[in-house]
T-cell receptor, first 115, second 116 residues
């Protein structure tokens, strides 16, 4: 079955430290790939996307992600974390399914930032 | 400003009761979606609608019902048949569930449903 795996449920980093959130997917072809961020009690906001081409994509708030086909991964990175980055992060894949495109979300990674 | 409005923010359900969650959008989007979010499980699709007066079941439709009588509105009813309704419910809309719509998905702020 197609799935999206975010291996880390919780991650804690110090402010100013670098960050990498992992995402792996299982699907034969390359799907559309997304990272979303969710603040407590809020909806999801798109951080960045990968459709094709350059495997390193830039997003909002200083985030970037790298698509690695050989590893079926789409990891999210940020060189220097700010306290305001504390939130939950979701990786998602979009692929054709039964006449429409279906979004499949990972379970999320909750990020805590220490001052 | 255009957006999606979900109400109420918090909702409590008694045993055997049906409750309805409201979702309204003024983005002129054709497609609307309901997701359920449980801790540690990400988002799961309950129902979606691509056009007025039409909707399809998602992955976890049992115990839920929807209607789409107006383009702007997509209410979700959690029926008494849903035995574990406590969750955070998110409504979303897009121009349509095709062609990389994940990029164009707008989310409401959610409704937290709890059982009394």
């Amino acid at each position: 079955a197609q799935s999206v795996t975010q291996p880390d449920i919780h991650i804690t980093v110090s402010e100013g430290a670098s960050l990498e959130l992992r995402c792996n997917y299982s699907y034969g072809a390359t799907p559309y790939l997304f990272w979303y961020v969710q603040s407590p009690g809020q909806g999801l906001q798109l951080l960045l996307k990968y459709f094709s081409g350059d495997t390193l994509v830039q997003g909002i708030k200083g985030f970037e992600a790298e698509f690695k086909r050989s590893q079926s991964s789409f990891n999210l990175r940020k060189p220097s974390v700010h306290w305001s980055d504390a939130a939950e992060y979701f990786c998602a894949v979009e692929r054709p399914f039964d006449g429409y495109n279906k979004l499949i979300f990972g379970a999320g990674t909750r990020l805590a930032v220490h001052p | 400003d255009g957006g999606i409005t979900q109400s109420p923010k918090y909702l409590f359900r008694k045993e055997g009761q049906n409750v309805t969650l409201s979702c309204e959008q003024n983005l002129n989007h054709d497609a609307m979606y309901w997701y359920r979010q449980d801790p540690g499980q990400g988002l799961r699709l309950i129902y979606y609608s691509q056009i007025v007066n039409d909707f399809q079941k998602g992955d976890i439709a049992e115990g839920y019902s929807v209607s789409r009588e107006k383009k702007e509105s997509f209410p979700l009813t959690v029926t008494s048949a849903q035995k574990n309704p406590t969750a955070f419910y998110l409504c979303a809309s897009s121009i349509g569930p095709t062609g990389a719509y994940g990029e164009k998905l707008f989310f409401g702020s959610g409704t937290q449903l709890s059982v009394l």
